[in-house]
C-alpha cells in the first residue's frame, strides 16, 4: 500500500499528482475517512487499425475511386494514401478526408491523378492512419495502374507514350 500527500494550493483546493499510475483499487483517504473508492483499469493505446475496403476502381471520368476503414480505440487523427513506384524510391501522398475524433470512418475518396507523370503506370498504394500519440497504422499494400488520359489525336497519343517511357 503506497500513500501520496496532497498538495494544499488554498483553503479549499488541492491537488496530487502522480508519476506511475497501475490498475487496481485506489482510495481516497481524508485522515482516517475513506472519502472514495474506485477500480481502475489501466488500458493500453492501440495503434489504429487501417484496411482498403475496397480494390481502388477508375471513374468513368477516369478519376482513382477508393473507400478506406480506419478504427482507433481514441481517434483518427491524420489518414493519407501513399503511392510509390514499384522498385523506384519516389512515392507522393494523398489526404483522405474523414471526420476528425471519430473512433471508426470510412473514407470514400475520389482523386483525379490523370495529370500526374505516373498516370498510366503500375503503383503500389497502402493507407496510413495515425492517432493522437503518433501511432501508425498500416493497410496492406495493394498494385494498381493509375488511370491515364485517353487521348485520341496521334500527335498528343505519342507525346504522352513518350512522357510514360520516361518513368519506365
Known sequence: LQTHMFDKLDPSNFQIELPD???????????????LRWDVDIIPD???IVR?????????R?????????DDDYGILDLKAH???????????LALPFPIGSTAIESKSYHD????????????????GADHTGQLGQS???KITLPEREFHHPVARALALERKQLFI
Open 52 to 60: 482498403i475496403l475496397t480494390l481502388p476502381e477508375v471513374t468513368d
Open 140 to 142: 496492406k499494400k495493394v
Open 46 to 48: 492501440l495503434a489504429p
Open 83 to 93: 503511392l510509390s513506384r514499384p522498385d523506384s524510391e519516389g512515392s507522393f501522398e
Open 62 to 70: 477516369a478519376a482513382l475511386q477508393f473507400v478506406v476503414l480506419a
Open 21 to 35: 499510475i497501475s490498475s487496481g483499487r485506489w482510495t481516497l483517504k481524508k485522515d482516517s475517512e475513506t472519502l
Open 113 to 128: 491523378l490523370t495529370a500526374h507523370p505516373w498516370a498510366g503506370l503500375p503503383v503500389e498504394l497502402w493507407v496510413v
